[in-house]
Each structure stands twice: as C-alpha cells, then as structure tokens.
C-alpha cells in the first residue's frame, strides 16, 4: 500500500470552529489532492497541490483553504466549519498528473453539529 | 465541461452471475478513463485504466472494461462475481493536462447475494 495517512480519522467539532486535516505520504509524490465524499455525489476535487507551495482549486473549494509546506504534507483547512462540510475526507497523492494513478488515503470523517 | 454518468446507483447480482456497471462520460477529447472500487469504510483502489491503444482494458481482481468512443461508454465488466466484490465502484474521467484532475461518477453500489 501506498505510504498516505491522514489525521484525525474521525472528528466531531461545532459549527464555526476552525478544522486542520492533515494528510501525509511518504512516496515523494509531487502531486497531492483534497476531496470530499458525500452520498450521490461520488468524491469532488476540493484542492490539489502540484509542488511545494504550489496549489489550486477544485470544483469545491468554497469554505477550504489549503497549504504544502513540505512534499510530504498537504493540509486542509476548514476556516470556520458549517454542517454542510460534515463528509468524509479523501486525501490522494500521484507521481505526476496527466492520468496516473492516484493512490488514496484511508480517509477522515468530519462530523459539525 | 467534463462530466460522468454512472446510469445505475445500485445494482444486485447473484454470487457467480456475470456483472456489467455502466458508466458514460462527456468530455471534448479523449479522455483518461479510470474505475476504481471502495470498499466498505475503506479508502479507494484503482481497478483499471485506459489511455489509449486497446479499446479493452484488462484490470486486478478479474474486472475488465472497455472503451466505446462512439458511445462515450466506459462500463466494466466481470464475467462472474464473487462475495467479495460487494463495494462501490467509481468511474472517473481524468484530464490529458498536467493537473491530474479526476472527475468521478456519482458510483455504482453493488451488492452479491448468495
């Protein structure tokens, strides 16, 4: 299995409290992707990193804000939660773009009352 | 604009029937075209995937697909099912850019009864 772990795996926090998920591989891979998984929508692309420091927006990305630091980390960052971003959280990592397999992480489940 | 439609959210076959999950995709090219499946409180793992060449994809776990670009058609198939292959199964298009944005299915959940 790929080298990606995410934290926390579960979380529960209040509506407008700020959230940091964090996502950490250890293969080296360039490219790194936030989704989002709900219930008949499949997983939507909410941010996506290509280097470090170098990120851009996905089809969700209101409400998220993300950072890369390191090749190694890429965080995902909730602002000031709202019940509409309880969902489960995906984080993937690719050698590079253009087709190649993404290899997911096991996933956080975000829970705001 | 990219989008993918998997026609059929749930589907249930018998243990040893064979399985066919649709999925269409709209994109103004030829696209990358992927299945991946997710098990049960599991993250997602690729099945297959087309790029080009062979129209007929050969993946892990026995699945196979293949790519009708005449009907933007990219089901996978299995020609008989097993217990274990109760998951969700997610088709996505992926850009030919260097960004490596999937867009995904809405997914097919398959049950395997006895």
């Known amino acids: 299995d790929a080298g990606i772990t995410q934290s926390p795996r579960h979380k529960v926090t209040e509506t407008g409290t700020p959230v940091t998920l964090r996502c950490h591989q250890t293969e080296n891979h360039r490219y790194m992707y936030w989704y989002r998984q709900d219930p008949g929508h499949g997983l939507r692309l909410i941010h996506y990193s290509y280097g470090v420091k170098d990120t851009d927006k996905g089809e969700v990305s209101d409400g998220y804000s993300v950072s890369r630091s390191k090749t190694e980390d890429f965080l995902l960052t909730l602002e000031s939660a709202t019940s509409s971003q309880t969902s489960v959280y995906f984080c993937a990592i690719s050698t590079s773009g253009g087709g190649n397999e993404q290899f997911f992480g096991p996933g956080t489940r975000l829970t705001v009352l | 604009a990219q989008s993918v439609t998997q026609p059929d959210i749930h589907i249930t076959v018998s243990e040893g029937a064979s399985l066919e999950l649709r999925c269409n995709y709209s994109?103004?090219?030829?696209?990358?075209l992927f299945w991946y499946v997710q098990s049960p409180g599991q993250g997602l793992q690729l099945l297959l995937k087309y790029f080009s060449g062979d129209t007929l994809v050969q993946g892990i776990k026995g699945f196979e697909a293949e790519f009708k670009r005449s009907q933007s058609s990219f089901n996978l198939r299995k020609p008989s099912v097993h217990w274990s292959d109760a998951a969700e199964y997610f088709c996505d298009v992926g850009a030919r850019s260097n960004t490596g944005k999937l867009i995904f299915g809405q997914g097919t959940t398959l049950q395997v009864k006895p």
């Open positions: 994109y103004g090219a030829t696209p990358y």
